[in-house]
């Protein structure tokens, strides 16, 4: 798990925190470009948050392409996951 050192203004836990928002991009600009310079400058976040990004994604895909779900237990299924 990531170290907690400030970088570019954020603690680590700060960014995890915000992580999932990031990868939504349903982030702030100010707030965004805050967790690009912790990211830039944080090897640990740097892994994590790519590795999370890549389940993450991979994770809504499935659901995407499950043909036997309602669009209702899609929805839902997608509210899921972070
Ligand atoms: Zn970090």
């Known amino acids: 798990m990531a ?3 400030s ?3 954020l603690f680590c836990f700060e960014v995890l925190a915000q992580l999932s928002d ?3 991009g349903e982030l702030a600009a100010e707030a965004k470009a805050k967790i690009d310079a912790h990211l830039s400058g944080c090897d640990a976040c740097t892994k994590f948050g790519g590795e999370f ?3 993450v994604g991979a994770l809504r895909q499935k659901v995407r392409a ?3 779900l ?3 237990g899609r929805l ?3 509210s899921k996951i972070p």
Do not use: F, K, P, T
Request: aromatic share 4%; hydrophobic share 35%; no cysteine.
């Open 70 to 72: 309602s669009e209702a």
């Open 7 to 9: 970088v570019g203004g």
């Open 53 to 55: 990004g890549a389940v």
């Open 66 to 68: 499950e043909e036997g």
């Open 3 to 5: 170290e907690n050192r």
């Open 76 to 78: 839902r299924l997608l």
């Open 22 to 24: 990031y990868v939504d």
